[in-house]
T-cell receptor
Framework: AQSVTQLGSHVSVSEGALVLLRCNYSSSVPPYLFWYVQYPNQGLQLLLK??????LVKGINGFEAEFKKSETSFHLTKPSAHMSDAAEYFC??????????????FGQGTELSVKP | GAGVSQSPSNKVTEKGKDVELRCDPI?????LYWYRQRLGQGLEFLIYFQGNSAPDKSGLPSDRFSAERTGESVSTLTIQRTQQEDSAVYLC????????????FGEGSWLTVV
């Protein structure tokens, strides 16, 4: 079975500060990993995904995430927060073997607030 | 259209009524997913379609929930005898194939049961 744990339901940073959103996964098979962002009253938008190529993945809006197998982590970072980054962020895992149809298992989400 | 389209965008219904939520996936996407998002919570997987078949219905919360897909395109999620705990955003998503391909989400159908 697969699962995702996002540490911290709410993270607050100052504008210009480093953003670090934590995600740990559990998977019995090599995983695919994803970060999605959800702005208020909108659907989910893919930020980036890891599919067993490079372990450091760069996404949109200056975000990146590093896959660390030894730590079963896929933390999301951005060097300098912008006010427009305020949103809900979801980490998700799917299996690589197609046994579960590629469905995503989501974490509970982390709400990012950016203070001026 | 270019993206996943869902209708209605908002629905208020009385407890005990049936509701149907519609999803139009991106053209050519064979995989289709339904998720539920309760207020302030994460996304719960409901059901997955590959073509018109649903190999994984494990997330449907009760027998009041059902879904179908026709023409390897449109899908309908039906909730019978709605209860207040069914109030949530119901998100549909699609992808080209399964496993590792980007899953694209619609903007959701906001259901309120009063």
């Amino acid at each position: 079975a697969q699962s995702v744990t996002q540490l911290g339901s709410h993270v607050s940073v100052s504008e210009g500060a480093l953003v670090l959103l934590r995600c740990n996964y559990s998977s019995s098979v090599p995983p695919y990993l994803f970060w999605y962002v959800q702005y208020p009253n909108q659907g989910l938008q893919l930020l980036l995904k890891y599919t067993s190529a490079a372990t450091l993945v760069k996404g949109i809006n200056g975000f990146e995430a590093e896959f660390k197998k030894s730590e079963t982590s896929f933390h999301l970072t951005k060097p300098s927060a912008h006010m427009s980054d305020a949103a809900e962020y979801f980490c998700a895992v799917s299996d690589t073997l197609g046994n579960q149809g590629g469905k995503l298992i989501f974490g509970q989400g982390t709400e990012l607030s950016v203070k001026p | 259209g270019a993206g996943v389209s869902q209708s209605p965008s908002n629905k208020v219904t009385e407890k005990g009524k049936d509701v149907e939520l519609r999803c139009d996936p991106i053209s050519g996407h064979t995989a289709l997913y339904w998720y539920r998002q309760r207020l302030g919570q994460g996304l719960e997987f409901l059901i997955y379609f590959q073509g018109n078949s649903a190999p994984d219905k494990s997330g449907l919360p009760s027998d009041r929930f059902s879904a179908e897909r026709t023409g390897e395109s449109v899908s309908t999620l039906t909730i019978q005898r709605t209860q207040q705990e069914d109030s949530a955003v119901y998100l549909c998503a699609s992808s080209v194939r399964d496993s590792g391909n980007t899953i694209y989400f619609g903007e959701g159908s906001w259901l309120t049961v009063v």
